[in-house]
């Protein structure tokens, strides 16, 4: 019985060591390991999100990644005709900043808060604009066309579709949701909940920029 006893214990650890290194190797690139709200620590691992992109904001500008190099980049897709969602994490992550820059004064030389449609079709430059007077002062509200808006959608891992629904006046759009921190050098530092709390925003920039 002892030696049946030790041979069960052997075949049950080896299954679990076997799911173990299954999970690992199927694992996302993109996963992240850590609360984003943890402020003062880097993110564990290489997240592959961001990257190039060519969009226009609200007043008609051509803008890419190079325009916001040496600051860190407060990101976050969605789309105007969102509900619910979009207008929520938009005003959290503009009131996260507030705060952080009520506490530490401007920062405006240090971090720009950005908003990319993922519904290029409805949301042009003059429907941007609009849309980005009812949250941060310095929020830069990018669009462009299918193809410029799948290639920054791909860049940063996010996902996207039209969601048809009969009954709906207007058609609605899935799209993950997540408030992206990215480094001076345009790489992913970080990301935040797209519930996150302007106070959880703010500790987290806080820590980030070390102020």
Same mark, same amino acid.
């Given at each position: ?8 214990? +052997?075949?049950? +650890?080896?299954?679990? +060591? ?186 987290? +920039? ?6």
């Amino acid at each position: 019985m002892h030696k049946r006893a030790i041979v069960v214990f +052997l075949v049950g +650890l080896l299954v679990l +060591l076997g799911g173990a290194a299954a999970y690992l190797l199927t694992e996302p690139a993109t996963s992240v390991t850590r609360l984003p709200s943890q402020a003062g620590q880097t993110a564990s691992g290489t997240a592959t999100v961001g990257g190039a992109f060519e969009l226009v904001d609200q007043s008609g500008e051509t803008r890419t990644q190079a325009d916001f190099a040496g600051r860190h980049m407060l990101v976050y897709f969605g789309y105007t005709y969102c509900p619910d969602v979009c207008p929520t994490s938009l005003s959290l992550m503009s009131q996260g900043l507030d705060l952080l820059e009520t506490e530490t004064g401007s920062l405006e030389e240090r971090v720009v808060p950005i908003f990319v449609t993922v519904d290029p079709a409805r949301d042009d430059v003059e429907a941007m604009a609009a849309y980005a007077e009812h949250f941060h002062p310095r929020l830069v509200a990018l669009t462009g066309s299918d193809a410029q808006i799948a290639a920054a959608a791909k860049a940063y891992r996010v996902y996207y579709r039209r969601a048809e629904d009969p009954s709906a006046s207007e058609y609605l759009m899935d799209h993950s949701s997540f408030i992206y921190l990215m480094g001076p050098d345009g790489t992913y530092v970080s990301h935040f909940a797209h519930n996150a709390s302007p106070e959880e925003i703010a500790e987290g +920039l806080k820590g980030f920029l070390k102020l």
